[in-house]
């Protein structure tokens, strides 16, 4: 039995590509292509919901589902901000047909732009695992308030070894202000890999993020013409080992 998750994430822009145009086919082409193959154990996707009410998700989830095996995890309204969405505020979360969904909520995190977190608790392959999803505000300060929120909302959960995923807008290596121990509450660490803009990559905004024992063993910006095409973020992909449910 493996002990090892494997994670992606990506921000798609909410479709619009290189271009300035919305092409949702586009994008899934480019998921199914080079994001999810192999398709990873998770699938953390980020602006995948329209911006203006109703939330309206952007993708074709089922030809996704068809093409990599990867369903949305967000099972029952209660993990969705709309009738309409995907996910909360454009955060979505899919995994393989081994992912078992035990538990899951929404945190609302606040701030000038709606941001929220997906919590899910898992088991895969005989592990369980945690996984909070988000989008985190571009402006420090709102990223503080948010994480601290995030973290106390974790902390009133059950134990539960956890990851942290999505675009967490922290343009430092080392991981900023806002997700240090002292303002979340816990020892988040993973590499970094520079994944924004698209077109030049800089800032490493896109992360997946473990507290011990979990460690993230793997981290890597994946960069092709069809992503750079599709979005204004490359997507990365982690390995993260994890330990025995129970």
């Avoid at 798609?12 to 994008?27: K, L, N, Q, S």
């Avoid at 974790?154 to 900023?176: C, F, I, K, T, Y």
Wanted: proline content about 7%.
């Amino acid at each position: 039995m493996t002990d090892r998750v494997s994670i992606a994430v990506w921000n798609i822009h909410r479709t619009r590509g290189a271009d300035g145009c919305c092409d949702a086919e586009r994008v899934v082409r480019a998921l199914i292509r080079d994001v999810c193959t192999p398709p990873p154990d998770l699938l953390v996707l980020v602006e995948a919901d329209t911006e203006a009410r109703p939330h309206r998700g952007c993708l074709d989830l089922e030809r996704i589902a068809t093409e990599t095996g990867l369903t949305s995890l967000h099972l029952g309204p209660n993990l969705l901000w709309g009738p309409e969405s995907h996910g909360l505020h454009g955060v979505v979360v899919l995994g393989g047909s081994d992912v078992v969904v035990h538990d899951g909520r929404l945190v609302d995190l606040g701030g000038v732009c709606p941001r929220g977190a997906v919590v899910l608790d898992l088991e895969l392959r005989g592990h369980a695992l945690r996984c909070a999803a988000t989008h985190l505000s571009l402006v420090q300060g709102l990223r503080v308030m948010q994480t601290r929120t995030l973290g106390q909302a974790l902390d009133r959960m059950p134990p539960r070894p956890l990851v942290l995923a999505g675009d967490l807008n922290e343009w430092r290596p080392w991981s900023g202000w806002a997700l240090s121990r002292r303002v979340v509450g816990r020892q988040l660490s993973g590499p970094s890999r520079r994944t924004f803009p698209a077109r030049l990559p800089v800032l490493p905004l896109d992360r997946v993020l473990a507290e011990p024992p979990l460690s993230v063993e793997t981290m890597e910006a994946v960069d092709t013409p069809a992503i750079r095409a599709a979005s204004d973020h490359l997507a990365v992909r982690a390995t993260v080992r994890l330990r025995r449910a129970g």
